[in-house]
């Protein structure tokens, strides 16, 4: 009986080694997985990006309403310059979000978004944004920041979102690390040496 203890305890440790493979294969694939679910999906307000302007209109109107939030490290003044604007579904529109930095140093930050209700997300479409790159401010730098969006004619026949007339676009800027240099800008300022 003693032989079978030593393979039983072999067997264990190969088992509990092998979950904890597994968790951590699991634990590394949920951050993509749950960014893929939320983009096909339109889970938790997440919104599409188009790669061209709608080209169905219809006569129904929809109200866009305009949230802007800063994070309280990152310096900024941050709003949106027009509250809300009726459109009909499917128009073309483009908002304009005004950034201020507000401290005596260059600030790199990014903006994290979504729409609300939830189940608009989906229907919801960028196609150009402020909010796909950082954006990097020098002291007391003043810009203006466009979105353009469409609402998808299909949302009056969704089930779920087909009433909606109401959908607020919310965005929160986060300092981030400034970008890295580029390699080119470093070659440049590097002295050939001369043997």
């Not at 590394?28 to 169905?56: H, L, M, Q, R």
């Not at 027009?82 to 009909?88: D, S």
């Not at 469409?150 to 979102?161: E, G, Q, T």
Request: one cysteine or more; aromatic letters at 10%.
């Amino acid at each position: 009986m003693s032989g079978g203890k030593p393979r039983s305890n072999t067997r264990t440790v190969a088992m509990l080694a092998g979950v904890v493979v597994l968790m951590g294969a699991l634990s590394w694939a949920a951050v993509p997985f749950y960014s893929w679910f939320c983009k096909v999906t339109g889970f938790a307000g997440t919104t599409n990006v188009a790669e061209a302007a709608s080209d169905t209109v219809l006569d129904e109107k929809i109200r866009v309403r305009f949230d802007a939030n800063a994070d309280s490290n990152l310096g900024w003044t941050f709003r949106p310059m027009q509250r809300e604007m009726e459109l009909k579904i499917g128009e073309n529109a483009i908002a304009f979000y005004e950034a201020i930095n507000n401290t005596d140093e260059p600030v790199t930050g990014t903006a994290s978004y979504n729409v609300a209700p939830d189940a608009a997300g989906y229907f919801f479409n960028k196609i150009e944004c402020f909010c796909f790159t950082e954006q990097t401010l020098q002291p007391g730098e003043r810009v203006e920041m466009p979105v353009s969006f469409f609402v998808d004619a299909d949302l009056v026949n969704d089930r779920d979102a087909g009433r909606i007339r109401d959908i607020t676009l919310s965005y929160t800027f986060h300092r981030t690390d400034p970008p890295a240099p580029k390699q080119a800008a470093l070659d440049a300022k590097t002295e050939p040496t001369v043997n």
